[in-house]
């Protein structure tokens, strides 16, 4: 351990990082989670709140969720939840008690302590695509199963762009490496291409042992240290309607034991897995997600925990999932009116229905990320790169994606909505008079640099301007954008020694066979 702690101290440097950025591929924006300026969007009453709480704790205790797992049936038999076979119903006043203990807002620290988020209050933080089987891009030309190298290209991505603040689960699934070892391999990947605040899947207790003990390698932390502040996040679902599953409660569990951050979010779709309608679908979420947090309050009391939505709609002629619909932005928002109702921090995700970057997938994600800023969302999940419903990633698609993200940056920038004499320019507008114009005065050139968003992406000339330079369209530039980020990218320093010890801990769990499997 003290060698642990020799590293941690000379592992210095990270300010490198952003001096490398400024020479990169595009000028983006700087790091600087936004805060979200805005009042949000509340289409609830207080009798509509109200009502959708008392649905929500009524399915708690006249229902119940089904909990499949045995550790969790014996702590809520203890804290006197009922019982029955794996169906459990707790009462509103425990809900309620427990759920109070759950901070309003917490800090995750990754190994680069610059890149610590705050989760909560009005801190608005992006993440990355997570967990799809599949990917696709403009070279490949169609859907194929992910591998490493495509996951690793969408890492870099992740690091990449300021305006993604977490590295949520694996952008893409690399099924050509075998389950039994895939998480520590790109674990390994995340912890030394990525500087950002990391995740674990729980998925069995050996994979979340593993995730907790290589973030602590990373960091140069003690134990102590590491369970003494979060230092990375889960996020599950429930198994919708009303159930939770062993290995994601499992997960939970040892997280919360260890001081590390939960996100709960049901995935709820309204006409298939939840009632047609919106607030019934709402409040089956609520009550999903509430039974799983108020468990690992009474387990933990004070553990970091984030209230989740995704609660959208099914295609009624066909059955399948539909995003960034009206509904779904509805429900986001709702939830959001419930999360601030229960002083929790809230996550929702950025996503769509669109098989290939296109106008179908930039409206439904633009209408999905919106939803987002008006629920007044904490983390948004999926913000970058999503296609197909979540079963597809795609780098094109995380470019044009971190372009309407930057947009949002600017737009929560206060100097916009500045009313300082300056803004008002009452002198500039009476130099200017009643003909001339503004291009050559000095208010507007002390300000011409800086004074709207500058787009990295799109392309505003005009259509001769545009047709000369070759007519590219959107999805083709973000691949070009894509290659030469990748090519170009070199990853955040990390410690040598801290390196070393990373690859020593992968090797020795892939010769113990790393986490059981199914086949």
Known sequence: ???????KRRGGGRAGAAARRGSAVIDQMPWNPPTNTDKP??????????????????????????????????IMKEAGCTINGDNVRMGRD???????????KFTITP?????????????????????????????????????????????KLTQYFNCIHFAGGYPVEPVDIHASVRHLDVLYDKLTLTDK?????????????????????????????????????????????LKHDHPMIDGCLRLARRGQAIVVTPFTLAGAMAPVTMAGAVAQSLAEALCAIALFQYVRPGIPCVIGTFTSNVDMKSGAPAFGTPEYMRSTQMTGQMARYYGLPMRSSGVCAANVPDGQAVWETSNSLWAAVQSGTNMVY????????????????????CEILQQIQRYMQPEITATGPDEIALDAIKSVGNDGHFFGIQHTQDRYTTAFYQPFLSDWKNYEGWDVAGGIWTAERAHHM???????????????GIREELEDFVARRKAEGGAPTDF
């Open 1 to 7: 351990m003290a060698d642990t702690q020799t590293r």
């Open 41 to 74: 969007t509340e289409p609830l009453d207080q009798a509509g709140i109200e009502a959708i709480h008392e649905g929500a704790m009524r399915i708690l205790e006249e229902i119940g969720i089904e909990f499949y797992n045995e550790e969790a049936l014996g």
């Open 94 to 104: 425990f809900v309620m008690e427990m759920v109070a203990k759950a901070p309003s």
């Open 111 to 155: 190994r680069n302590p610059d890149k610590t988020i705050e989760v909560g209050g009005k801190t608005l933080l992006f993440g990355n695509v997570s967990s799809p089987p599949n990917y696709w891009d403009l070279e490949i030309g169609t859907k194929v199963a992910g591998n490493r190298e495509m996951c690793r290209n969408l890492l």
């Open 197 to 241: 605040a990391m995740h674990a899947y729980s998925l069995g207790k050996e994979r979340v042992e593993d995730v907790m003990e290589m973030v602590r390698i990373a960091g140069g932390h003690s134990h102590e240290e590491f369970e003494a502040t979060p230092r990375m996040y889960t996020n599950i679902n429930s198994t919708s309607p």
């Open 382 to 401: 999926h913000a970058a790169g999503w296609l197909e419903g979540g079963l597809i990633a795609s780098p094109e698609k995380f470019i044009m994606d």
């Open 482 to 496: 894509f290659k030469e980020i990748v090519t170009s990218f070199e990853p955040p320093p990390i410690d040598d």
